[in-house]
């Protein structure tokens, strides 16, 4: 069974700091992966997207990258901003037709 | 619509009622899913729906769910009898349907308080 886990749950940074958030998954047999943005009281606003066959995936300020044989994903934000500050979600889909499974997210705050 | 709709937002009911949430999802896009997110918590999956084939419905939590999808559309999630531990916020999410490559496009949910 596919698990999904991030790592922080919540982070706290100045604004300007670069970060890292992680998620990994337990089953490596993975479709694709994507990180999703939650502001509070939102919906989910899909960010990046990398496909099985890909290792990164790279959109403004964001960085994703995909390592499937360790299980493990990252978003690293560079130059945070205080807009930034939101919840984090990765999402695993196991197969073209199948679900995605999401990690519970990790809150980030960024302090101006 | 340019994203994905649903309906209502918020909704109060009673202990025993039962609802339906409503999901439009964006003229296209093959693909459905209905997630279910707790305060403080991750998301849940419940049912998804591709094309014309059987939907996965292993995430629905009881009987007392059930959801359907008419004309490759619209999408209603109908709980019967309604518990407090439904209390959540129901979120919908569509996406094309190809090679991989993918985005989904999510709804801004609907509040359920159960009473």
């Known amino acids: 069974k596919q698990e999904v886990t991030q790592i922080p749950a919540a982070l706290s940074v100045p604004e300007g700091e670069n970060l890292v958030l992680n998620c990994s998954f337990t089953d490596s047999a993975i479709y694709n992966l994507q990180w999703f943005r939650q502001d509070p009281g939102k919906g989910l606003t899909s960010l990046l997207l990398?496909?099985?066959?890909?290792r990164e995936q790279t959109s403004g300020r964001l960085n994703a990258s995909l390592d499937k044989s360790s299980g493990r994903s990252t978003l690293y934000i560079a130059a945070s901003q205080p807009g930034d500050s939101a919840t984090y979600l990765c999402?695993?889909?196991?197969?073209?037709?199948?679900?995605?499974?999401f990690g519970q997210g990790t809150t980030l705050q960024v302090k101006p | 619509g340019a994203g994905v709709s649903q309906s209502p937002s918020n909704k109060v009911t009673e202990k025993g009622k039962d609802v339906e949430l409503r999901c439009d999802p964006i003229s296209g896009h093959t693909a459905l899913y209905w997630y279910r997110q707790s305060l403080g918590q991750g998301l849940e999956f419940l049912i998804y729906f591709q094309g014309n084939s059987a939907p996965d419905k292993s995430g629905l939590p009881s009987d007392r769910f059930s959801a359907e999808r008419t004309g490759g559309s619209v999408s209603t999630l109908t709980i019967q009898r309604t518990q407090q531990e439904d209390s959540a916020v129901y979120l919908c999410?569509?996406?094309?349907f190809g090679t991989g490559g993918e985005k989904l496009f999510f709804g801004s949910g609907t509040q359920l308080s159960v009473l």
């Open positions: 999402a695993v889909k196991t197969s073209n037709t199948g679900k995605l499974i």
């Open positions: 999410a569509s996406s094309p």
């Open positions: 990398i496909q099985s066959s890909q």
